[in-house]
Nanobody, 124 residues
Framework: QVQLMESGGGSVQAGGSLRLSCVASGFGGSRFNMAWFRQAPGQERKGVAR????????YDDSVKGRFTISKDNADENTLYLQLNSLKPEDTAMYYCAAHQIGTNWYESKSFRFWGQGTQVTVSS
């Protein structure tokens, strides 16, 4: 079965950086669109960035120029999210998602598989 495991979260001060990782297994050779979502307390889960199975990327406006989504060059099943110039409003649980089944990539209902999440906390 498909499993997604995130790591790399933590607590940083505003302006700092983190790199999140997501290791996927069970794809059976299939190549899926993958994405990072985040969810702050009391808010809905929303897409931050997506990378297609051909390498095209797209970002939410709130993170453009600060976050970078990528895949490992040697292992397509490892997904990264580089977070730079972090702001307190970036504080959230970050989730890795795979296999886009819906039209709007930024909606959580558009992805089939999910990881457990990794917490990012940014202090001012």
């Amino acid at each position: 079965q498909v499993q997604l495991m995130e790591s790399g979260g933590g607590s940083v001060q505003a302006g700092g950086s983190l790199r999140l990782s997501c290791v996927a297994s069970g794809f059976g050779g299939s190549r899926f669109n993958m994405a990072w979502f985040r969810q702050a307390p009391g808010q809905e889960r929303k897409g931050v960035a997506r990378i297609t199975n051909t390498g095209s990327t797209i970002y939410d406006d709130s993170v453009k120029g600060r976050f970078t989504i990528s895949k490992d060059n040697a292992d397509e099943n490892t997904l990264y999210l580089q977070l730079n110039s972090l702001k307190p409003e970036d504080t959230a649980m970050y989730y890795c998602a795979a296999h886009q089944i819906g039209t709007n990539w930024y909606e959580s209902k558009s992805f089939r598989f999910w990881g457990q999440g990794t917490q990012v906390t940014v202090s001012s």
